[in-house]
């Protein structure tokens, strides 16, 4: 089945010590979206990729990076999480040109000790 | 500015009512609207969208849509104590990027 695929589901990282979070999808979709969700939030956008143009929301921290070396995949660096950062991150995808509907991965719950 | 509002309940109904839930918007020229169900600890699923005035009906759903009112809304008929869940609200706005933006949720408690 096409879905959005989200690895690891559950990370644990230390105050400071980077860790990456990663998407692939299998719908094809030339979109994808990283967002942060914290408990009783609503998800906030933190960037996006437009086949590869990145696009970087305005008050996202700069200790937030991403990468995507291809259509598949998807990465979220986090270069020195701190206690503020812990969350679940959301990957989406969209078939931009045909639809705007944004389909969710299953999250990233990332716990920072 | 760009605000979507919903009321963060809870909502409590019993087992076979209709349970309705609001969203305002606050761009009035936002053009595309999204209903997603998020079960606790889970994320959000896609369960309706609309694009023009009126009802949309799928299955025991339907999202009513008023543009002029600005405001979009769920029926869930027959509700079953699976649909105890949040449900988030979520907006294009006309300016930007198609991104979406996002209530902060309604949670739904169905009582058997």
């Known amino acids: 089945d096409a879905m959005v695929i989200q690895n690891p589901r559950y990370q644990v990282t230390q105050f400071g010590k980077p860790v990456t979070l990663s998407c692939s999808q299998t719908?094809?979709?030339?979109?994808m979206y990283w967002y942060q969700q914290k408990s009783s939030q609503a998800p906030k956008l933190l960037f996006h990729?437009?086949?590869?143009?990145?696009?970087n929301e305005a008050d996202t921290p700069d200790n937030f990076q991403s990468r995507r070396p291809n259509t598949s995949f998807c990465f979220l660096d986090i270069r020195s999480p701190g206690l503020g950062d812990a969350a679940m991150y959301l990957c989406?995808?969209?078939?931009?040109?045909?639809?705007?509907?944004?389909?969710f991965g299953p999250g990233t719950r990332l716990t920072v000790t | 500015q760009k605000e979507v509002e919903q009321n963060s309940g809870p909502l409590s109904v019993p087992e076979g009512a209709i349970a309705s839930l609001n969203c305002t918007y606050s761009?009035?020229?936002?053009?595309?609207f999204f209903w997603y169900r998020q079960y606790s600890g889970k994320s959000p699923e896609l369960i309706m969208f609309?694009?023009?005035?009126g009802d949309k009906e799928d299955g025991r759903f339907t999202a009513q849509l008023n543009k002029a009112s600005q405001y979009v809304s769920l029926l869930i008929r027959d509700s079953q104590p699976s649909d105890s869940a949040t449900y988030l609200c979520?907006?294009?706005?006309?300016?930007?990027?198609?991104?979406?933006?996002f209530g902060t949720g309604t949670r739904l408690t169905v009582i058997p």
């Open positions: 761009d009035r020229g936002s053009q595309s």
């Open positions: 609309i694009y023009s005035n």
């Open positions: 990729y437009y086949d590869k143009d990145f696009n």
């Open positions: 979520a907006v294009i706005p006309q300016t930007g990027a198609n991104n979406l933006f």
């Open positions: 989406a995808t969209r078939r931009a040109g045909s639809s705007y509907e944004q389909y």
């Open positions: 719908l094809n979709h030339n979109v």
